[in-house]
């Protein structure tokens, strides 16, 4: 089993730029798939970032491509998702997942791959 945490949030006008850390326990954390999702007030959590097992595979939703990027360091069982030209729109709840299974899956970008979440950290972005 994971447990992961979020860390980093915080307030920044647009245009700036954070980095959020997500830090997760146990042994097998190199195994395990993370992602991003975020929550605006009044919508439904929608998909952020996502990066595979194995560090080679990243996968974005067509809004913050080219300004997010997503990280991992396996030797400090932490996944980054650092955020750059923000935007208002970009305001909202973000959290941290870990994927149900071990390895390879086939729907990163949904959430129903996801069995273990962070609390999540607020970003707020003013204009």
């Known amino acids: 089993q994971v447990q992961v945490g979020e860390s980093g949030g915080g307030l920044v006008q647009a245009g700036g730029s954070l980095r959020l850390s997500c830090a997760a326990s146990?042994?097998?954390?190199?195994?395990?798939?993370m992602g991003w999702f975020r929550q605006a007030p009044g919508k439904e959590r929608e998909f952020v970032a996502a990066?595979?097992?194995?560090?080679?595979?990243?996968y974005y939703t067509d809004s913050v491509k080219g300004r997010f990027t997503i990280s991992r360091d396996d030797a400090k069982n932490t996944v980054y998702l650092q955020m750059n030209s923000l935007k208002p729109e970009d305001t909202a709840v973000y959290y941290c997942?870990?994927?149900?299974?071990?390895?390879?899956?086939?729907?990163?970008?949904?959430?129903?791959?996801?069995?273990?979440w962070g609390q999540g950290t607020q970003v707020t972005v003013s204009s």
């Open positions: 997942a870990a994927s149900a299974t071990r390895w390879r899956i086939p729907s990163p970008r949904n959430s129903y791959e996801y069995a273990y």
């Open positions: 146990g042994r097998t954390f190199s195994s395990y798939n």
């Open positions: 990066i595979d097992w194995s560090g080679t595979s990243t």
